[in-house]
């Protein structure tokens, strides 16, 4: 699996681009998108997808100019559809510029199965962050990207507009840290960790 993580947008919000055999994902595309664009040129990859792991405009604030350059598709989970629709305004707020996000070509669900390659990546929903969150599971490569659902010790915040810590504690613990333990999570924010550092450590989360 090709595997290069960019830090963008003014937040810090981590990017992935993930490829097999040619063909590509980019995974939240915050911000930066010439960045983005230009790292993604330099892999060769035919870019597939751009894939939002939920609808914050620290996460989908350069998906625009980023699909609009590849020809690619946009994907997201349809329940976090009005913070992708409402990314200008709350990135105003925060004093921050981004580019409207384009309605998804496809809404995603849990349990799908998406193709990259010979990559088989499948949906899971992890709400609480945010009602649409998803993180996004490859088996063979042992990876997730949890996007702002879990941190190295820490966990989304759930103080924002429809958050919940209840689900999303539910999320982390019935959906995530049911993974096997070796599992690398990469998070929308920070270090990358494991399932098994984040079940055993984690000040909010851990089960034991």
Known sequence: MILEKLVVGPIGANCFIIGDSGEGAVIDPGGDPEKVIRAVRATELKIKYVIATHGHFDHTGAIGPVVE??????????EDLFF??????????????????????????DGDIIEIGSLQMKVIHTPGHSPGGVSLYIGSEGALFAGDTLFQRSIGRTDFRQGSMEVLLRSIRERIFELPPETVVYTGHGPETT??????????????
């Open 69 to 78: 350059a590849l020809g690619c598709e946009f994907l997201m989970h349809e």
């Open 84 to 109: 992708a629709r409402d990314s200008v305004t709350s990135a105003r707020r925060w004093g921050v510029v981004v580019d409207q996000v384009p309605d998804p070509d496809r809404f995603i669900v």
């Open 195 to 208: 399932v098994d550092e984040e079940s055993r450590m984690n000040p909010f989360a851990r089960l034991r």
